[in-house]
């Protein structure tokens, strides 16, 4: 079975740090580019990063640039999202999700389009 756990969220100040994880399972993760989506409360989905199968190539969006960092580990079928400099609106459920295709990867939003979609981890930003 194909399966994305997420985990990592929580409830954090302002200016605060988080780590997210995505364990993936049930396929050939190290064939797989990767994507984090958001959503925020009563908003949609909003692309936040992308990284190639193999990590040489990573992607932002402008809103998350110089703060968020995208890592993989292969050995272990884990993605990370490492968020530093957390403000209020980053508050979101994250999602991660996998995709064989590069251009899927670094401008979809569409759970469709991608061949895994987690169950999301919750972020909350607030003092």
């Known amino acids: 079975e194909v399966q994305l756990v997420e985990s990592g969220g929580g409830l954090v100040q302002p200016g605060g740090s988080l780590r997210l994880s995505c364990a993936a399972s049930?396929?050939?993760?190290?064939?797989?580019?990767m994507t984090w989506v958001r959503q925020a409360p009563g908003k949609g989905l909003e692309w936040v990063s992308a990284?190639?199968?193999?990590?040489?190539?990573?992607s932002y969006a402008d809103s998350v640039k110089g703060r968020f960092t995208i890592s993989r580990d292969n050995a272990k079928n884990t993605l990370y999202l490492q968020m530093n400099s957390l403000k209020p609106e980053d508050t979101a459920v994250y999602y991660c999700?996998?995709?064989?295709?590069?251009?899927?990867?670094?401008?979809?939003?569409?759970?469709?389009?991608?061949?895994?979609w987690g169950q999301g981890t919750q972020v909350t930003v607030s003092s």
């Open positions: 999700a996998a995709t064989p295709y590069w251009g899927i990867a670094v401008l979809s939003t569409d759970p469709a389009d991608f061949g895994s």
């Open positions: 049930g396929f050939t993760f190290s064939s797989y580019g």
């Open positions: 990284i190639n199968n193999g990590g040489g190539s990573t």
